[in-house]
């Protein structure tokens, strides 16, 4: 006992010395390895302290209402994670919207990857590279469990100069990235003492380093974020704090997601590269994972597709799932068949685009004109549908309502169908488990 108490007081005399001394290069590299081994199992002991502290239950995105939304994808740790709230709404994906539509005037719908102890090394095994072409821009949060290892500067220029050269392969020319620099250590009460010290001198190497390697990439750029005061209460982080971040954030970001560099009118498998054929095979597989075709009606779809037709005015409306050759009816109200073929189907446009589609007059509509629905039948003039997607970004269908009136484009709250659209979504991931999947929950 005597002995490992020697040892322990020996590795904190070295962390404050790494930390005080202005040493030359190669003595401090020495100092970090040495210390390496003593802060890992720190961590481990500083893991047990997180436990307790609450964390989001709810699924992991955020919106905030407007038409022609920003699609944004926070990846990471530390912020990302949600530590002192529950629910993603008042932690950093829905602050973020929020701060991005009150200074773009548009909507936002900000999706989140966490994990506490990603790393740049670790964060491509939870990106799902494949839909980064869905996504205005990426957020990176990511240095805090490289500061606690004490990862050296090299590796982490290595590994995140990696890290980004593959996400701005797999995502659109015009996805810009932001890299969130490691918040102050001090502020938080768990990284008190000199190993916590030690982990906040390293996170200020790590961020200088994170300075010099987005100088040098074109649409990354560096956003320093601010330390929080320790609440009274005594809480790890609460709502003020994820204010506080999406405020700087959204400051350096909005200017780069305004529109006009989007492109206009292309095709689901223009922009995915893909053919049709793998986007559709894709699409069945994100159906077969959420065990949604053929089932029977459920109330909490059925009540949202009610809503839909009430406050939208329309006669009729759907929960729509796009598989194969047909459009088969989750949920519907007005309507009176359970599905009909893709070629007569509306839902097959309205997944080309991550938007609201909007149909004032089909009989006006080249592409509907002369589709059954509209010259027979029910003889639809009026269309309006918003996309439905899987945890996995496949458009599997749409929430969608109908009317045998035309009506003015400018009479059609879409705004109102968005938000009906992705309170529909959240329903039908949290049903599916996407949670665990998309990866919220800290390891």
């Known amino acids: 006992m005597r002995m490992m108490r020697t040892s322990c007081m020996q590795c904190l005399r070295a962390a404050v010395r790494y930390q005080r001394l202005e040493l030359e290069g190669h003595v401090r590299e020495v100092l970090r390895r040495a210390m390496v081994p003593a802060m890992l199992a720190w961590l481990t002991t500083l893991d047990r302290q997180f ?37 993603h709404t008042i932690a950093l994906p829905g602050a ?29 095994e939870h990106i799902d590279f494949a839909n980064l072409w869905r996504y205005d821009a990426v957020v990176l949060t990511l240095g805090i469990a490289d500061a606690g290892r004490l990862t050296s500067t090299r590796a982490w220029r290595r590994d995140l100069s990696s890290l980004v050269e593959q996400i701005q392969r797999s995502s659109s020319l015009g996805t810009e990235v932001f890299l969130a620099g490691i918040v102050p250590l001090a502020t938080m009460p768990v990284f008190s003492g000199p190993f916590g010290a030690l982990a906040g001198a390293q996170a200020l190497e790590l961020n200088a380093a994170s300075v010099d390697v987005c100088a040098g990439v074109k649409r990354l750029t560096f956003v320093s974020l601010p330390g929080t005061p320790v609440g009274a209460s005594g809480r790890f982080r609460s709502a003020s704090d ?17 529109p006009q560099g989007r492109a206009d009118g292309v095709t ?47 006669s009729a409306a759907a929960f729509t799932v796009l598989d194969g050759e047909r459009q088969w009816h989750k949920s519907m109200v007005g309507l009176a068949v359970s599905e009909i073929p893709r070629s007569t189907s509306f839902c097959t446009v309205t997944v080309l685009e991550p938007a609201a589609l909007v149909v004032p007059d089909a009989l006006l509509d080249e592409r509907f004109r ?17 996309p439905i997607e899987s945890p996995s970004g496949e458009r599997i269908g749409a929430l969608c309502v109908y009317d045998q009136n035309p009506r003015p484009r400018e009479g059609v709250d879409v705004v109102l169908l968005r938000e009906l659209a992705l309170l529909l979504q ?15 929950l800290a390891e």
């Open 51 to 87: 436990r307790g502290i609450p964390l989001p239950a709810d699924a992991p995105q955020a919106h905030s209402p407007g038409v022609d939304s920003d699609r944004i994808l926070i990846v990471g740790g530390g912020p990302a994670i949600g530590w002192g709230v529950l629910s």
């Open 96 to 124: 973020l919207a929020r701060a991005l539509t009150a200074r773009t005037g548009r909507g936002a719908d900000v999706d989140v990857i966490a994990r506490s102890s990603m790393t740049p090394r670790s964060a491509p």
């Open 242 to 258: 994820y204010d506080i971040w999406a405020d700087v954030l959204a400051e350096r970001m909005a200017g780069s997601l305004e």
């Open 268 to 314: 689901e498998p223009e922009v995915q590269g893909r053919t049709p054929e793998e986007i559709e095979d894709a699409r069945h597989r994100a159906l077969m994972a959420l065990n949604l075709l053929d089932t029977a009606p459920e109330e909490r779809f059925d009540r949202i597709v009610a809503l839909a037709s009430s406050s939208l005015g329309a």
């Open 370 to 386: 002369e589709n059954p629905l509209v010259v027979s039948g029910p003889k639809l003039r009026f269309y309006a549908g918003f």
């Open 426 to 440: 959240n329903e039908l991931w949290q049903s599916a488990g996407a949670l665990d999947r998309a990866g919220t």
